[in-house]
């Protein structure tokens, strides 16, 4: 202990690369950390797990002087890189637009638990979709899966109902002479806070079957990931439903609940996807010792064999 602090002391370059070291290792932690709380969907987090270690395997070859190996990795780093930036879009525009707005700290809040809905809540928008359907009146509800949405999401609010959830009335609110039913209702745990909110449309080159009702649930669900959509067609009277820019179509009002109760069911085990930021370091710090440990028996074999 007394040699580390005069270690310390004579050769102070040595303690400034070692602050740097850490400093830079923390900033990777948490950069990681931010990139696990933006994927929320437990199927990719295996794929930024992926891309994660190969970081770290190209970081560690260049270290330990390998070239070839290095250039390789750096090469596939970039290709996978480009390939995630593809696939996940509308995370990283979400992780751009919270860092536009200074919304530093929700970048390391992991997405919260979805608020669940009574059956009763579920069986009246079912019931009210059923009728809707049935009577081929065009219909666009958003139900919100956790915390509230923000209104700088939409392109108009709408206007603030604050009523109790109920078929008779979601009914009403889309019946084609009423001056809300162009928009779209949002609707928060067993109340209907707004109708005649406007939805920013999707980009997405979409079937010439879908109309603005469904290109307005994928361009929300695209930009926000604490919501779903629910769709009637007017034309056809067909169901539909929206998570994350993916639209689900033909449903039946079987399905639609099911799909509803699985979503919102309070018994349903969601397992978070972004761990707490201990666990995390001692679990990137224990597959980092695991990979370094490996890079060094496979050097010290290779010079084995040499000799």
């Not at 700290?105 to 009763?120: M, Y």
Request: aromatic fraction near 6%.
């Amino acid at each position: 202990m007394r040699d580390w602090w005069k270690q310390w002391l004579i050769n102070p370059g040595w303690s400034q690369s070692l602050l740097v070291g850490t400093l830079d290792i923390v900033l990777v932690l948490a950069l990681t950390y931010m990139i696990l709380v933006i994927i929320s969907e437990r199927r990719t987090l295996w794929m930024v797990r992926g891309f994660i270690i190969l970081m770290l395997a190209s970081a560690f070859s260049g270290t330990l002087g390998l070239p070839l190996l290095n250039f390789v990795l750096e090469k596939l780093v970039i290709g996978c890189a480009v390939a995630m930036a593809v696939a996940l879009q509308s995370e990283f525009r979400r992780f751009l637009e919270q860092l536009g707005r200074g919304e530093f700290r929700q970048l390391f809040q992991p997405d919260r638990l979805a608020v669940p809905k009574s059956d009763s809540v579920i069986d009246e928008i079912v019931d009210a979709v059923k009728e809707l359907s049935k009577n081929r009146i065009g219909a666009l509800l958003i139900l919100e899966t956790s915390g509230p949405i923000d209104d700088r999401d939409f392109s108009v609010p709408g206007v603030k109902l604050n009523a109790e959830v109920s078929k008779e009335l979601i009914q009403t609110i889309f019946q084609p002479k009423t001056l809300l039913h162009d928009g779209a209702t949002l609707i928060r745990g067993s109340r209907i806070v707004s109708s005649g909110v406007i939805l920013p449309l999707s980009g997405r080159t979409a079937s010439r079957q879908l109309g603005t009702r469904h290109r307005a649930a994928m361009g929300i669900t695209e930009r926000v990931e604490n919501c779903i959509c629910v769709v009637v067609s007017e034309e056809t009277g067909s169901i539909s439903l929206a998570e994350r820019g993916t639209l689900y179509r033909p449903l039946t009002i079987k399905k639609l609940k099911e799909s509803l109760e699985v979503r919102f069911s309070p018994t349903v085990d969601r397992e978070a996807v972004a761990p707490g930021l201990l666990s995390l370091i001692r679990q990137i710090g224990g597959q980092t010792l695991a990979l370094v440990s490996r890079l060094l028996r496979l050097l010290s074999t290779a010079s084995r064999s040499k000799k």
